[in-house]
């Protein structure tokens, strides 16, 4: 093993005698830095638990191959003229101890020095993403890599390069850094009118505390239950979470006139629309709405109106009129001309406008996590915890791997109504479901 070191290290400080890479934040990226605020900043976290306790010192060790290998995402976020960038480390950051809660507040003056963390806790890393870097789907491929990295120089394995993990002693290649947003847009932009979503609202937690609630779902059952509605596991899961969310409305707004549109925000992976490789944002979202005015709604016609909005949606076509409504805005003359603190403004207040009113909350699934079988022995789960929103208080993030669903909750408010709305529908559907929460009282 300390040969396959040596010859590692000597690769990395070929590369690191390179001057750092620069680049402009992707298409989807630039709101992210402008709607950030004092006390919210649009951090996911994804996650590996090991079958062992991390050794610190060898993640640290894969960790300096990562940084040099994934430079758009191994990045500082730097203030422009007129845009913000990204700056690829010059060298690995430091390990960070978990904290009392995921997703802790990441500030400007931190963003500026590293816009991810490393997060150990026992068996666990954990790697926390400032949105600008990445999103889900890129990330995942990072915290690949870092795990098999580390495998491999714990345990002196040969982890092969398939299910996203790459040659981390390659050089990027430059489809890895494309913004693949502006070369895909329209020449017809979508509109932006859309109807506000109802709104949760609670107690919030004290000092900024964010309340986990995982529930793990064996995964064949689901499936299975699934396929009987014709669904898939996504649209399914976010029947599910429509059906909760109308229970909880009902129990909140007793009129039926007063109760506000029902709409979830599922985001989608436009690499399987648009072929590319890259490990920046490439991802749009379509939102199925219920009208509660209208009546009772079954699982059923739930899981229909989701499909429905998914497939008129999901194409390329209307992808690239979305596409073609952001990216004409960051072509427009004037707005490349307004210095940075003037466009921060008017994004932040379009993000405020349009933004997260348009949905009650997120909930992202990346899917079917796999790696190489020899990797497999060592990994007990993952995880991916979404970050609450700006203005409202709950996000979900959902995966599978091996044979179970991994569904994160998360919120700032004390009640864990929506929750326990969801693990009823649950119930009522005959699925076994088990509950983990670090849940503290406060």
């Known amino acids: 093993m300390g040969g396959v070191l040596a010859g590692k290290e000597a690769i990395m400080d070929k590369k690191k005698i390179k001057k750092p890479r620069w680049v402009r934040l992707d298409n989807a990226a630039k709101i992210y830095p402008a709607a950030r605020r004092r006390n919210w900043s649009n951090v996911f976290r994804q996650s590996v638990t090991l079958s062992e306790d991390v050794d610190a010192d060898v993640l640290s060790s894969a960790l300096e191959i990562c940084v040099m290998r994934f430079p758009s995402i191994a990045a500082r976020l730097r203030k422009g003229l007129f845009w913000y960038y990204l700056q ?26 590293c816009a991810f963390r490393v997060i150990v806790y026992r068996n666990r890393i ?7 870097l990445t999103d889900g ?19 002196g394995i040969k982890v ?71 669904a898939t596991l996504t649209v399914f899961m976010s029947a ?8 909880l409305q009902k129990e909140k707004v007793e009129s039926p006139r007063k109760r506000r549109p029902i709409k979830l925000l599922i985001p989608v992976n ?50 690239s009129k979305v596409i073609a ?32 009113k348009k949905s009650c909350l997120t909930l992202s699934n990346i899917g079917c996590v796999k790696v190489p079988e020899v990797m497999g022995k060592y990994i007990r789960r993952f995880d991916f915890i979404l970050g609450v929103q700006a203005a409202a208080p709950y996000n979900c993030g959902m995966l599978s791997y091996g044979d179970t669903v991994y569904i994160n909750f998360i919120r700032n408010i004390k009640d864990a109504e929506l929750e326990r709305h969801f693990f009823a529908v649950l119930q009522e559907l005959g699925i076994s479901v088990t509950v983990e929460s670090n849940q503290n009282g406060r």
């Open 88 to 113: 690829q480390l010059e060298s690995a950051p430091d390990i960070m101890e978990e904290y009392s809660y995921p997703l802790t507040y990441m500030s400007k003056e931190e963003m500026e020095r």
């Open 126 to 132: 954990a790697v926390e993403f400032f949105h600008s």
């Open 137 to 155: 789907t890129g990330a995942m491929i990072f915290l690949k890599n870092l795990t098999a990295e580390y495998l491999e120089q714990k345990y």
């Open 160 to 230: 092969p390069c398939e299910y996203g993990i790459l040659d981390r002693t390659a050089q990027p290649f430059e489809e890895e850094l494309e913004d693949c947003f502006p070369k895909n847009a329209g020449t017809v932009p979508a509109s932006r009118k859309d109807t506000n979503a109802w709104h949760m609202c609670g107690e919030p937690q004290k000092d900024g505390f964010l309340n986990l609630t995982c529930f793990r779902l064996p995964l064949n059952d689901t499936l299975e239950l699934a396929h009987r509605y014709n």
């Open 240 to 247: 599910v979470m429509m059906h909760a969310l109308l229970n």
């Open 270 to 319: 436009l690499r399987r629309l648009f072929p590319s490789t890259t490990l920046r944002n490439f991802a749009m979202y379509t939102i199925p709405e219920l009208d509660p005015r209208l009546g009772e709604y079954s699982l059923g016609e739930i899981c229909k109106v989701i499909e429905h909005k998914i497939g008129a949606e999901f194409t390329a076509k209307h992808m």
């Open 325 to 356: 409504t952001n990216v004409n805005d960051e072509r427009n003359l004037l707005v490349r001309l307004i210095p940075l603190p003037l466009k921060n403004a008017v994004m932040k207040a379009v993000f405020d406008s349009v933004g997260e």
